[in-house]
């Protein structure tokens, strides 16, 4: 067995059928399924159920399929380790980030990346904190910057800061207020991510602690779309970015009283060490989002990150 095979089968299942996976990596059909063919006489067994639409990976081809994405990844991080034990790091870095942080933080991480490590390349993901953190386990992304609820014991993590939850609306909700209790949150029509999201997940917690029922009348799962449905005036959300992500435009966010929470952690696989070029972008990341939150003094947020790396920074309870 060798690593052209690995890689051939992977494509065609990330692909869902020959063809597809021949234009993608520029090997001739009849090639490829020829590598397939030698690949399962090897191991004695079938890894791809032929369909009208394509192929799908039978049990075997599954567990090959996971097995031989992490070796390949690692094949691919080795250039990077070696040229890192020279000094400098080297390689390129897989970076999650969830989509209510990347809009804020992906350019200026970027442009503090291009000074502090020239050599390493980021590779950003943006999605929600959940596909982000599957991403993470099965190794597709070295690090992420996600929020959290349960803390998984699968992640290494860095706690970095808490942030509240808020009401967001595009018309005034409550006039000149700030905050809004619980059980009023419960009189207006919302629109909210499904379970399991993060923020659904801990919503649902804190309803079921007060004896609250919210008004769901709709679920969206992308963040542009809900912000899109509120201004139309479909309804509110909840979300724990407040204002920044809503625009002068908006109404003033509100904070959900009691004080309802959401950590932001970066985290990393448990199983596997970061190389040294990830292991620089983490640091690096720490002492960006701490200057970050230092300068911006973002309404609602707590840093509970290290202090050694938040020189500038205080720790607040949130306003």
């Known amino acids: 067995m060798q690593l052209r095979h690995l890689r051939y089968f992977v494509k065609i299942v990330e692909a869902g059928s020959f063809s597809r996976a021949a234009t993608t990596i520029h090997v001739a059909q009849p090639a490829l399924s ?23 990976p039978t049990p075997a ?33 897989g970076v999650g980030m969830s989509a209510a942080l990347g809009p804020a933080l992906t350019g200026p991480l970027i442009a503090a990346a291009r000074t502090a490590v020239p050599k390493v390349s980021l590779k950003f993901t943006i999605a929600d904190s959940g596909s982000i953190k599957s991403r993470v386990q099965s190794q597709e992304l070295d690090l992420a910057l996600a929020y959290e609820d349960e803390l998984v014991p699968t992640f290494a993590r860095e706690p970095l800061f808490r942030h509240r939850l808020f009401l967001v609306s595009y018309e005034p909700l409550l006039e000149g207020a700030d905050s809004i209790p619980l059980r009023r949150v419960a009189e207006f029509p919302l629109i909210l991510p499904p379970r399991p999201h993060i923020v659904r997940a801990i919503l649902d917690r804190a309803c079921a602690a007060a004896g609250v029922s919210l008004n769901l009348v709709a679920e969206i799962d992308l963040m542009s779309s809900t912000l899109a449905a509120v201004k139309a005036g479909a309804g509110s959300t909840i979300m724990p970015d407040g204002a920044e992500m809503t625009g002068n435009d908006w109404a003033a966010p509100l904070l959900i009283e009691p004080p309802v929470y959401t950590t932001a952690s970066l985290l990393w696989s448990s199983d596997f060490p970061l190389t040294s070029a990830g292991d620089a972008v983490r640091r690096l990341t720490v002492e960006f989002v701490a200057g970050y939150v230092s300068r911006a003094r973002l309404r609602g947020v707590e840093w509970i990150g290290p202090e050694c790396e938040q020189p500038a920074a205080r720790r607040r309870s949130p306003s």
């Open 34 to 56: 020829q590598q397939i063919a030698e690949l399962e006489e090897k191991l004695g067994l079938q890894l791809l159920q032929r369909n009208p639409r394509g192929v799908t």
């Open 61 to 93: 081809g599954e567990a090959l399929y996971r097995e031989a994405s992490s070796i390949l990844r690692q094949v691919e991080r080795l250039p990077g380790i070696v040229r890192s034990s020279a000094g400098e790091p080297h390689g390129t870095v």
